[in-house]
Each structure stands twice: as structure tokens, then as C-alpha cells.
């Protein structure tokens, strides 16, 4: 038992640093990595490793280059609008179901995470928000009850997180304050997070899709008009 709880801990580091490093361009889009060059990088056994990147390809964060090795995502404007189409079109699903049958669990989830955007919205703190804002989108998708809509979704997810961890101004500038930003792509997030929120707790199915969709599509839009 121990064992195997050493083991999920590595996968999970493996990952977590991986991605971490596609995501700010340690790894640029396009260049080829390997499971040598990432266990030297990370001082790790190629085991984790191994299991860490089947993981990020599923989630469209990887690439597998044949015959041998791995390539971060190339990044387009064809493949992003793609990307968040599907995306759009996915969560907003999610939502009306989540606001037709969600689970007191999830229901106490998403107010809960209502909470904590508002806490930190006050007291500006760029990694909490971004790990607050992966739980969100995670707990609308879980809270669809539908196991096909929550794992194409986390793959969308990802990948658009390749675009706006590119193209938006939040995360190209060093610094991390609120005027940061609020001039960047995520600052309507608090607003429209509570929008969507409001509607899935009220069970208003109609009002939960269009304003996720609408969330999403905004996100597209602010990338484009960057790029």
C-alpha cells in the first residue's frame, strides 16, 4: 500500500511539473521531448514519467511522435478555434445538465468555489486563481453526471489552456497583479463564473448553457483579437 502511494505521488509530480513546463514555455510549442530528457530534467525514475505523459497526450497537453518521442502541440489559429468550438459547445452541455440533476455534493462545490473567487479576486494571488479556475470547470463537467462529457472536456480544457497561457497578456507579464489582471483574458472570469453559477443552483438549464457557452466563446474572442 505504501508502495503504490509513492508511486501515484510521483505520477502525479511527473505530471504536475510537465505540464507546467508546456504550459510556460519551458517546452516550446512544436519541440520534441523524451522520457530520458524529461527523467534527467526532473531527477526522476522513467516510470512516472511514462504513466505522466500517456496522461498529458490523453489530455491534448502531449503529442506522441513517431516512430519514437513526443512533441508539444504546435500551436494555429485553425486548431484553436477548433478547439474552443468544441469546447463551447461541450461545457454548455455540461451546465444544463448540471443545473437539471446536479448533486448536493457538487451544488455545495460550485458555492463553495463562489466563495473563493470573490476571497480571491480581494487578495490577488495568480496561482490560486488558476487552480481555483481548473476546479470550477472541473466540477461543472462532474456535476453533468456524464462520464463521456467530463473526459472529452478535460482534454478541451487543456488544450485551450495552451492558447491562453500563450496569447493572454495575464500570463506574458511578470507581474501578478489585479490590474494585470484585469486587463487580461481572465478578468470577467469572477463575473461570468457567477453567472453560470447562479444559473446551474437555480436549475434555469436554458440560462446555465447560454452563459457558458458565452464564457468560453468571450475567451476565443479576447484570444484572437490578441493574436
Not at 511522435?65 to 478555434?81: A, F, H, R, W
Not at 468555489?113 to 490577488?124: K, M, T, V
Request: glycine share 6%; with cysteine; net charge negative.
Amino acid at each position: 500500500m505504501v508502495e503504490l502511494q509513492d508511486n501515484q505521488r510521483a505520477e502525479s509530480k511527473a505530471k504536475a511539473e510537465i505540464a507546467s513546463r508546456i504550459l510556460n514555455h519551458v517546452f516550446s510549442p512544436g519541440e520534441s521531448v523524451s522520457e530520458n530528457q524529461l527523467a534527467e530534467t526532473l531527477a526522476m525514475s522513467r516510470t512516472p514519467i511514462r504513466t505522466a505523459i500517456r496522461e498529458l497526450i490523453a489530455e491534448g497537453l502531449l503529442e506522441r511522435l513517431e516512430p519514437k518521442g513526443y512533441i508539444v502541440p504546435k500551436l494555429s489559429g485553425e486548431d484553436m478555434q477548433q478547439v474552443f468550438l468544441t469546447r463551447q459547445k461541450l461545457e454548455g452541455l455540461a451546465a444544463e445538465i448540471a443545473a437539471s440533476g446536479a448533486n448536493p455534493s457538487d451544488r455545495k462545490a460550485l458555492s463553495d468555489l463562489q466563495e473563493e473567487i470573490e476571497e480571491i479576486y480581494r487578495n490577488w494571488d495568480r496561482d490560486r486563481f488558476t487552480d481555483y479556475n481548473e476546479r470550477f470547470h472541473n466540477t461543472v463537467a462532474r456535476a453533468s453526471g456524464n462520464a463521456y462529457v467530463e473526459r472529452f472536456l478535460k482534454q478541451c480544457f487543456w488544450r485551450t489552456q495552451l492558447y491562453i497561457y500563450a496569447y493572454d497578456s495575464y500570463f506574458l507579464s511578470p507581474g501578478k497583479s489585479r490590474d494585470t489582471f484585469s486587463k487580461g483574458l481572465y478578468g470577467p472570469t469572477y463575473y461570468e463564473h457567477r453567472a453560470i453559477t447562479e444559473a446551474i443552483l437555480s436549475g434555469d438549464a436554458a440560462a446555465a448553457r447560454e452563459t457558458m457557452e458565452r464564457h468560453i466563446r468571450s475567451s476565443c474572442e479576447a484570444l484572437v483579437r490578441r493574436g
